[in-house]
């Protein structure tokens, strides 16, 4: 659906750049952004690498593995007792990628943490919460956004980490209470089914 209404919105701006005369500055414009697109990813590259590269040591050190396990007693009190340790152990290492900032390498990690919690059921509780933790980006370190002040050009572009913190903090937060809230209404409503 959503690729059906950017396809549109392409169309029609193509269309009206060329009905009211701007289609030579159209196609300018379109190949300035490409050639800036291509610089900003060229810049972040190395910055990208740098932190890939710190990452995999964090990973082949055994560091990841130890805050996983951390992670996993604070864990399961959020997502409930009926996680399989499998489920548990992925969703831990999907936070802890998370948490490094290396969204790429969480993501796989994510999903097969959905597919155990699923136990054959569309959704379930555990599925909500975790989703809800996931989305609500919990960062420590956001190397991504760092490595696009740097290929900007930011002076200090590891000055956002705090705000990041905190601002990853209060939404992981509010997801938090939002799903125990609704997950205790949705109890409440069954209670009162017949």
Not at 84 to 108: K, R, V
Request: glycine fraction near 10%; charged fraction near 15%.
């Amino acid at each position: 659906m959503t690729d059906r209404i950017f396809l549109w919105m392409m169309v029609l701006s193509l269309c009206l750049s060329v009905f009211s005369g701007n289609g030579g500055q159209m196609a300018a414009d379109l190949l300035k952004a490409a050639q800036q697109a291509l610089e900003t990813v060229w810049n972040m590259a190395g910055g990208l690498m740098f932190f890939s590269g710190m990452m995999m040591i964090l990973r082949d050190a055994g560091v990841m593995e130890k805050w996983a396990a951390w992670l996993k007693k604070p864990l399961g009190r959020l997502l409930g007792k009926g996680v399989s340790d499998e489920g548990m152990q992925y969703a831990a290492m999907n936070l802890t990628a998370n948490m490094l900032g290396m969204g790429n390498a969480a993501t796989p990690m994510g999903i097969r943490a959905v597919q155990c919690m699923a136990k054959g059921e569309k959704i379930n509780h555990a599925m909500c919460m975790f989703l809800v933790i996931n989305i609500s980006s919990v960062q420590l370190l956001p190397t991504t956004l760092i490595s696009m002040r740097a290929a900007m050009g930011a002076e200090n572009p590891a000055k956002i980490v705090l705000p990041v913190l905190i601002a990853s903090t209060v939404s992981t937060v509010t997801g938090i209470i939002s799903c125990k809230v609704m997950a205790a209404v949705q109890g409440r409503k069954a209670g009162m089914r017949p």
